[in-house]
Nanobody, 122 residues
Framework: VESVESGGGLVQPGGSLRLACAAS????????MGWYRQAPGKQRELVAT???????NYADSVKGRFTISRDNIPYTVYLQMNSLKPEDTAVYYC?????????????????WGQGTRVTVSS
């Protein structure tokens, strides 16, 4: 299973960006998809996740500014980022958790994208 992100770039403080990530492969089902980020010199941290049922979870630092959403077919997750701040600067990674069609019994997968850079600067 492969996850591919798009939509990063350079934006001024207060601006907006929309990230997208598509998961593909022999996917049987996806339980959750989400976004994580890693700023220079810091550990990777959760930004937001969304389950197959639509339940969402956000880091406190992005609540009210970021919105996560997903399409089930194709398996795509979006992150709408508004009111961006310089501290949002990071590489953003997509994650997908689920099962793939591997033989007679579906097998679990944990797929990460290659990352897309978001820079918030004037």
């Amino acid at each position: 299973v492969e996850s591919v992100e798009s939509g990063g770039g350079l934006v001024q403080p207060g601006g907006s960006l929309r990230l997208a990530c598509a998961a593909s492969g022999s996917i049987f089902s996806i339980n959750s998809m989400g976004w994580y980020r890693q700023a220079p010199g810091k550990q990777r941290e959760l930004v937001a996740t969304v389950t197959s049922g639509g339940s969402t979870n956000y880091a406190d630092s992005v609540k009210g500014r970021f919105t996560i959403s997903r399409d089930n077919i194709p398996y795509t997750v979006y992150l709408q980022m508004n009111s961006l701040k310089p501290e949002d600067t990071a590489v953003y990674y997509c994650n997908a958790l689920g099962y793939y069609s591997g033989g007679s019994v579906p097998k679990m997968f944990d797929s990460w994208g290659q990352g897309t850079r978001v820079t918030v600067s004037s």
